[in-house]
């Protein structure tokens, strides 16, 4: 037998057989299996509170207030949400809670991608003093004294854009974005440059489309905080023209009494039914208002899940 052939047979008989360290072993399969259990009851315990929500703002109030609803919804009806929707200021809260979180973070995020942009330039000025002077302010803040002074002395107090204007520099999406960016082929920016493109153009156009992942996490970020928020409301806002969905939670939590028999009044006023499975109580005033506040961001999250690992890794780790 020829040394060629011993070769080829040799050759034949290693592609045959499996590459070594890809074989599921039972300790594999074990691990797998108990992993996929340990994740579905993570999943359970982060949704349930979610579903405990929903199924007690629609199941009957008289059942619902004696803690009764836990896994499935008893007494079916919507009539909560018909008389908390009734609530005085609710309509316009939502309006201004849907507006900061829409200007908030169109702000947030244009600022974070054309800092993190400018960042990476050596052609910026002071550079890297200006980084890491966005930087520190992640670990030092004045603090709630001075920072209310300074609002009062811009004319933000009682003001629509005080939920805007502080939030549009965060340090912590400015750094993930530079980092993104430091990952991007520095060929797109010197054949953009060769085309006559100056700064801005080149910003817009070539690096501004090709951020989309990691825009869409600091959209995430930045939407959920702008959403959630209620302490600048507490802090900066009297006229109640401007109190935001969350602010308005607070207080019908701390209220729920007494809004219960102003829901009631009103459901009465206008023909509602006016049995005990319907009239509002402390208890359905809170699960309501909960669902109507958690529902909008929930529904962001599909939207922009694709993204939202890509970008978060891809951000955060360089090289």
């Given at each position: 037998?020829?040394?060629?052939?011993?070769?080829?047979?040799?050759?034949?008989?290693?592609?045959?057989?499996?590459?070594?360290?890809?074989?599921?072993?039972?300790?594999?399969?074990v691990?797998?299996?108990?992993?996929?259990?340990?994740?579905l009851?993570l999943?359970?315990l982060?949704?349930y509170?979610?579903?405990?929500?929903?199924?007690?703002?629609?199941?009957a109030?008289?059942?619902s207030?004696?803690?009764?609803v836990?896994?499935?919804?008893?007494?079916?009806?919507?009539?909560?949400?018909?008389?908390?929707?009734?609530?005085?200021?609710?309509?316009?809260?939502?309006?201004?809670?849907?507006?900061?979180?829409?200007?908030?973070?169109?702000?947030?995020?244009?600022?974070?991608?054309?800092?993190?942009?400018?960042?990476?330039?050596?052609?910026?000025?002071?550079?890297?003093?200006?980084?890491?002077?966005?930087?520190?302010?992640?670990?030092?803040?004045?603090?709630?004294?001075?920072?209310?002074?300074?609002?009062?002395?811009?004319?933000?107090?009682?003001?629509?854009?005080?939920?805007?204007?502080?939030?549009?520099?965060?340090?912590?999406?400015?750094?993930?974005?530079k980092?993104?960016?430091?990952?991007?082929?520095?060929?797109?920016?010197?054949?953009?440059?060769?085309?006559?493109a100056?700064?801005?153009?080149?910003?817009?156009?070539?690096y501004?489309?090709n951020?989309?992942p990691?825009?869409?996490?600091?959209?995430?970020?930045?939407?959920?905080?702008?959403w959630?928020?209620f302490?600048?409301?507490?802090?900066?806002?009297t006229?109640?023209?401007?109190?935001?969905?969350?602010?308005?939670?607070?207080?019908?939590?701390?209220q729920?009494?007494?809004?219960?028999?102003?829901?009631?009044?009103?459901?009465?006023?206008?023909?509602?039914?006016?049995?005990?499975?319907?009239?509002?109580?402390?208890?359905?005033?809170?699960?309501?208002v909960?669902?109507?506040?958690?529902?909008?961001?929930?529904?962001?999250?599909?939207?922009?899940?694709?993204?939202?690992?890509?970008?978060?890794?891809?951000?955060?780790?360089?090289?």
């Amino acid at each position: 037998m020829s040394a060629t052939t011993v070769v080829n047979q040799d050759t034949e008989h290693r592609t045959v057989r499996p590459p070594k360290g890809h074989e599921r072993t039972m300790g594999d399969r074990v691990f797998s299996l108990v992993n996929g259990f340990v994740f579905l009851i993570l999943v359970i315990l982060c949704a349930y509170p979610f579903y405990y929500l929903i199924i007690n703002s629609i199941s009957a109030n008289d059942i619902s207030a004696l803690g009764d609803v836990r896994l499935f919804p008893k007494g079916i009806h919507f009539e909560n949400f018909v008389q908390v929707f009734q609530l005085k200021g609710l309509t316009t809260a939502a309006a201004v809670s849907v507006a900061r979180t829409v200007l908030g973070t169109l702000a947030t995020v244009l600022a974070s991608a054309f800092l993190g942009f400018m960042f990476t330039q050596d052609r910026m000025w002071g550079r890297r003093f200006w980084y890491r002077f966005v930087v520190i302010t992640m670990y030092f803040s004045a603090g709630l004294i001075p920072m209310f002074i300074i609002m009062k002395n811009l004319g933000l107090t009682n003001n629509f854009w005080v939920y805007v204007i502080p939030f549009v520099v965060q340090p912590f999406f400015i750094v993930l974005v530079k980092t993104y960016v430091e990952g991007m082929p520095r060929e797109l920016q010197e054949a953009a440059e060769v085309d006559g493109a100056g700064t801005l153009r080149t910003f817009f156009v070539i690096y501004l489309p090709n951020m989309t992942p990691i825009l869409a996490t600091v959209a995430i970020f930045a939407a959920v905080t702008q959403w959630n928020s209620f302490q600048d409301t507490l802090i900066y806002i009297t006229d109640q023209s401007l109190y935001t969905l969350q602010y308005l939670l607070y207080m019908f939590i701390n209220q729920a009494n007494s809004l219960a028999i102003a829901a009631q009044n009103a459901g009465g006023n206008l023909g509602a039914i006016a049995d005990a499975a319907s009239q509002q109580t402390p208890t359905s005033i809170r699960m309501t208002v909960s669902v109507i506040v958690i529902l909008p961001i929930i529904f962001i999250y599909p939207l922009f899940q694709r993204y939202f690992v890509k970008g978060i890794m891809l951000g955060a780790v360089k090289g």
